[in-house]
T-cell receptor
């Protein structure tokens, strides 16, 4: 019940295109869903996050769509740029108490944006 | 730069040995989290310390232990090392009191190679 499944494993997009990465979770107690971006040689960095009380959150070119009934959420990167080429991880956790910061990560998606 | 410092960046050792990984959290953060990243298991939560006390445990082996010192830096000790322990070990820090809680800041990691 702790799994977060992420797809696709890799994604190639042309500059200016839309990148879409999907995640599904099992544990209905999860109430915090962040996306992390990781460049080679660096640690993951928080990109954007959403809670189940909203169905969509947008920050610049990055949008999270959340479907509570389907237990799915996705990251959309609009107008993808070569600088967006990185590995993207979805994650989920329960907030509060000893669960704070205890993230369950998806397997990651390697995004390549061609110029 | 996340503000989280991990040393060393690379560590090469032999099976059966013991190593210590060090982490200095961001200034003001009381929590330190250790994560392991490997090709087969992905990013997995190991253990959390909050202000010197163990707060939560994840998939941490009994051969592994951690502690957080009064100056809030943390050390992850890995003993009786096996080939399968080769991975990237990340430390992250965060502050639970934030209204935008659970924003974890990851260090750049320690790449452990067990030969």
């Amino acid at each position: 019940q702790q799994q977060v499944k992420q797809s696709p494993q890799s994604l190639i997009v042309q500059k200016g295109g839309i990148s879409i990465i999907n995640c599904a979770y099992e544990n209905t107690a999860f109430d915090y869903f962040p996306w992390y971006q990781q460049f080679p040689g660096k640690g993951p960095a928080l990109l954007i996050a959403i809670r189940p009380d909203v169905s969509e959150k947008k920050e610049g070119r990055f949008t999270i769509s959340f479907n509570k009934s389907a237990k799915q959420f996705s990251l959309h990167i609009m107008d993808s740029q070569p600088g967006d080429s990185a590995t993207y991880f979805c994650a989920a956790s329960r907030t509060g108490g000893t669960s704070y910061g205890k993230l369950t990560f998806g397997q990651g998606t390697i995004l390549t944006v061609h110029p | 730069d996340s503000g989280v410092t991990q040393t060393p960046k690379h560590l090469i050792t032999a099976t059966g040995q013991r190593v210590t990984l060090r982490c200095s959290p961001r200034s003001g953060d009381l929590s330190v989290y250790w994560y392991q990243q490997s090709l087969d298991q992905g990013l997995q939560f190991l253990i959390q310390y909050y202000n010197g006390e163990e707060r939560a445990k994840g998939n941490i082996l009994e051969r592994f232990s951690a502690q957080q010192f009064p100056d809030l830096h943390s050390e992850l000790n890995l003993s009786s090392l096996e080939l399968g322990d080769s991975a990237l070990y990340f430390c992250a820090s965060g502050w639970e009191g934030s209204t935008t809680n659970e924003k974890l800041f990851f260090g750049s990691g320690t790449q452990l190679s067990v030969l």
